[in-house]
T-cell receptor, first 111, second 115 residues
Framework: KQEVTQIPAALSVPEGENLVLNCSFTDSAIYNLQWFRQDPGKGLTSLLLIQSSQREQTSGRLNASLDKSSGRSTLYIAASQPGDSATYLCAPENTGNQFYFGTGTSLTVIP | NAGVTQTPKFQVLKTGQSMTLQCAQDMNHEYMSWYRQDPGMGLRLIHYSVGAGITDQGEVPNGYNVSRSTTEDFPLRLLSAAPSQTSVYFC??????????????FGNGTRLTVT
């Protein structure tokens, strides 16, 4: 069974900082990995999807990298803003449409 | 587009009662799934479907039933509610059932309390 770990569990930074969120997974036989954002009381919103053959994906101020062989992914957020405050979750997809989620990193960006 | 719609938003049940959580999507998505989210445990897959008439079990299927009679709807049935089923339930869908990189779209969740 895939085990997903996200470090740190919580992070508080001043506005404008660049930051990195980490995701590690135990089973490297994945098809892809998605990063999500979850706001309190809401569902998850997909931010980036990295295919297993890719090394990174970018969307605006977000950049996600994937090192499948070592079981690691990082989400880089540039020039953080208060609106980035949320919980960020990663989810690799394994065989049979099985997505496994980490418990997330709770991010607070202080104005 | 409404996206993924879940009803109800909140529900309180007594132990032993049954109920159905509704999920509908209007994006013609092939793949639909149900997750539960519990503090400290992340989201866990309950059941999923790769198309109308096809369902399969996820990581934590016990105590839940699903059916997929149409592409749009994927209801989750609790047969006899137990306090251990107190959780937030999310429905998610994606365009393709193939693992070829379709983002998951989530509903806003149903918060269920079983007393």
């Amino acid at each position: 069974k895939q085990e997903v770990t996200q470090i740190p569990a919580a992070l508080s930074v001043p506005e404008g900082e660049n930051l990195v969120l980490n995701c590690s997974f135990t089973d490297s036989a994945i098809y892809n990995l998605q990063w999500f954002r979850q706001d309190p009381g809401k569902g998850l919103t997909s931010l980036l999807l990295i295919q297993s053959s890719q090394r990174e994906q970018t969307s605006g101020r977000l950049n996600a990298s994937l090192d499948k062989s070592s079981g690691r992914s990082t989400l880089y957020i540039a020039a953080s803003q208060p609106g980035d405050s949320a919980t960020y979750l990663c989810a690799p997809e394994n065989t049979g449409n099985q997505f496994y989620f980490g418990t997330g990193t709770s991010l607070t960006v202080i104005p | 587009n409404a996206g993924v719609t879940q009803t109800p938003k909140f529900q309180v049940l007594k132990t032993g009662q049954s109920m159905t959580l509704q999920c509908a999507q209007d994006m013609n998505h092939e793949y639909m799934s149900w997750y539960r989210q519990d503090p400290g445990m992340g989201l866990r897959l309950i059941h999923y479907s790769v198309g109308a008439g096809i369902t399969d079990q996820g990581e934590v299927p016990n105590g839940y039933n699903v059916s997929r009679s149409t592409t749009e709807d994927f209801p989750l049935r609790l047969l006899s509610a137990a306090p251990s089923q107190t959780s937030v339930y999310f429905c998610a869908s994606s365009y393709s059932s193939q693992p070829n990189n379709s983002p998951l779209h989530f509903g806003n969740g149903t918060r269920l309390t079983v007393t």
